[in-house]
């Protein structure tokens, strides 16, 4: 394998020449540049990322710690950081702690051995542990989505879900309806509280009454959204409409609707949250509120990368906003 000194040696120039013009951190001559580019390229020299990293006290690689989600959301974002690395000249090890603490717990120690230059992390669920975990003191920055400590070493990002779930119920009361129901998600996550918590504002603002027994708290996933419509059925009434604290349960609630042969948007109009790609394919194709997914991932990226260039030492909390897409499964009773 080709060292540097090789390329050195046939380009006719010094080592120090050579890493000035594959590092790009002083001028040289398009004469000597030709030279080492020619000499590289026949050599097929490859700089050692190790060298590098031990020199510079950098990596250029970031690691992503994500648990176990059947939600696309996840996915979608997930997508978006590794584009988004790529683009900014990074490589980033991504791992999947299944739900399992033990596992985060080697993970964080893994990705740390490996002198990651910073971390990102995407959970679907937080409890003490994990957050023990997080503010345990890590030789590295940290961005969290969604949620995270307030700490100094933690930098968080997030969507505006109390503006979101505000949003998804004023299109449905402009649309006419004024018997609106609300499946939240589990109130034990930030995101959840945020989005009964605007719809509840919504409904007050407009002088509309909150019914209790509209109200169904799920579990984020398809399954909830399922059990949440096979409860409106057995009601003596149902809401004209309701907000879907995400699309999964959404997606549910349109699958045990057509079961229960109750239709969408005629009996009752159905507005998600999140806009994942698979909701523009249901039948009826979903209303609901858009998650800028792609800019959360590189926002969180940029984010790390700032700090770790800039040596910022106090963590910023980063809001996205979301908007409406309008699609099929609300009726307008206006008409």
């Not at 596992?103 to 910073?118: I, Q």
């Not at 979101?164 to 509280?193: E, F, M, N, V, W």
């Not at 309701?242 to 507005?271: H, K, T, W, Y």
Request: hydrophobic share 40%; net charge negative; glycine share 6%.
């Amino acid at each position: 394998m080709a060292t540097i000194k090789d390329v050195a040696k046939l380009a006719g120039v010094s080592t120090s020449t050579v890493s000035h013009v594959l590092n790009r951190t002083r001028f040289v001559s398009d004469e000597k540049r030709e030279l080492v580019e020619r000499a590289v390229e026949e050599l097929n020299y490859r700089p050692s990322s190790i060298a590098r990293s031990l020199k510079v006290q950098q990596t250029r690689t970031l690691g992503m710690l994500v648990t176990a989600s059947r939600n696309p959301f996840f996915a979608e974002v997930v997508h978006g950081v590794e584009r988004r690395c790529y683009e900014r000249g990074y490589t980033l090890f991504l791992c999947n702690t299944e739900g399992d603490i033990n596992r985060m717990e080697a993970n964080l120690d893994a990705l740390e051995e490996k002198r990651v230059d910073g971390l990102l992390l995407l959970c679907s669920e937080v409890n003490d542990e994990i957050i023990n975990l997080i503010e345990a003191e890590r030789s590295v920055p940290i961005v969290v989505f969604d949620w995270g400590p307030e700490s100094d070493n933690v930098d968080r990002i997030y969507d505006n879900s109390l503006s979101g779930a505000r949003l998804a119920t004023k299109y449905l009361i402009a649309k006419g309806h004024t018997d609106i129901g609300c499946i939240a998600g589990p109130q034990d996550r930030r995101s959840a509280k945020e989005r009964l918590e605007g719809y509840r504002q919504a409904m007050v603002e407009t002088g509309l009454p909150v019914r209790d027994e509209w109200i169904v708290e799920g579990d984020y996933g398809c399954e909830g959204g399922v059990e949440a419509m096979h409860y409106l059925f057995g009601l003596d009434k149902l809401p004209s409409a309701v907000f879907v604290c995400n699309d999964m349960m959404a997606i549910g609630m349109l699958s045990e609707a057509v079961r229960l042969g109750v239709r969408v948007p005629q009996d009752l109009s159905v507005i998600g949250y999140d806009n994942v790609y698979i909701s523009r394919f249901t039948a009826p194709a979903l209303t609901t509120i858009h998650q800028p997914k792609k800019e959360i991932a590189a926002r969180a990226v940029d984010t790390l990368i700032d700090r770790l260039s800039s040596k910022r030492i106090e963590g910023l909390q980063i809001k996205v906003e979301p908007s409406l897409v309008e699609r099929e499964s609300v009726s307008n009773l206006k008409k």
